[in-house]
């Protein structure tokens, strides 16, 4: 990130030692909160998991996950659309994820991709350019919603069942190593029930006691062949065999 010292939680805040979704209408609107408790919660176990080395955000915005991860990487970079709405001072490169990443191959150590592949009208280029970034051996953090409104219109382009996913993972030549439900129907439900009423107090009320009442932590809610997820969590792994069979290609082609 270019200016770590600035960086100031925005989408996610931390609240008794864990992440949440942040409870300031300005960064996550009270309809949102439910949703966005779930996913944090997700990422942040995901990423004290597996991030490591030079992680990528792909996406980043505001890097609204920084404070999650900045403990257990050694470099971060931050890549975003020039028109994003949610640009920031915390973006290192500007490009359109629809075509290509400006970042040369076997790079990152982690890339994280969170709430933005169904805003690209190309998912599979922006799967293919994952893979090329990642280095052998090096794991993507995907996250998307599913049963889930529209949102930053006209850029809101798809809705990704977890056969999409392993399908789209598969052909960038990613080995899929978790894939997970995140909230089930009752989440849902509670979810559309929030973003249906008028912002005001009611609605406070009924996403505090939606809340209240589902208790439910995504640990509890993983299976990925749920028929009503509100959101997909997947781990991506790189298979180093990649690295030797691009090597052997090489060598191939210098003795013909």
Not at 78 to 106: F, M, R
């Amino acid at each position: 990130m270019p200016n770590p010292q600035t960086w100031a939680a925005t989408k996610a805040e931390l609240h008794n030692g864990r992440w949440r979704a942040s409870r300031d209408p300005a960064e996550v609107t009270v309809g949102s909160r439910i949703i966005g408790d779930i996913l944090i919660d997700a990422y942040e176990r995901l990423l004290r998991t597996h991030a490591r080395g030079v992680l990528v955000d792909l996406g980043c915005g505001k890097a609204p996950y920084f404070g999650i991860y900045r403990g257990v990487v050694t470099k971060c970079v931050g890549v975003d659309w020039e028109s994003s709405i949610h640009t920031s001072d915390q973006v290192d490169i500007k490009c359109d994820l629809n075509e290509k990443i400006v970042l040369p191959d076997a790079f990152a150590d982690t890339v994280l991709c969170t709430d933005v592949l169904e805003h690209l009208f190309e998912p599979q280029r922006a799967w293919n350019e994952i893979a090329r970034i990642l280095k052998p051996g090096g794991k993507a953090i995907i996250g998307v919603p599913f049963l889930y409104w529209i949102h930053e219109a006209p850029h809101d382009y798809h809705r990704y069942t977890s056969f999409a996913l392993r399908k789209y993972a598969t052909a960038a030549g990613l080995r899929v190593e978790s894939l997970e439900a995140a909230g089930g129907l009752s989440q849902v439900l509670a979810d559309l029930l929030c973003k249906s009423m008028r912002p005001g107090l009611l609605q406070s009320l009924v996403d505090r006691a939606c809340r209240t009442a589902l208790r439910v932590s995504m640990r509890k809610n993983t299976r990925s062949d749920t028929p009503f997820p509100l959101c997909y969590v997947l781990i991506a792994a790189k298979p180093r065999l990649m690295a030797a069979a691009s090597a052997s290609d090489e060598n191939t082609r210098a003795t013909c």
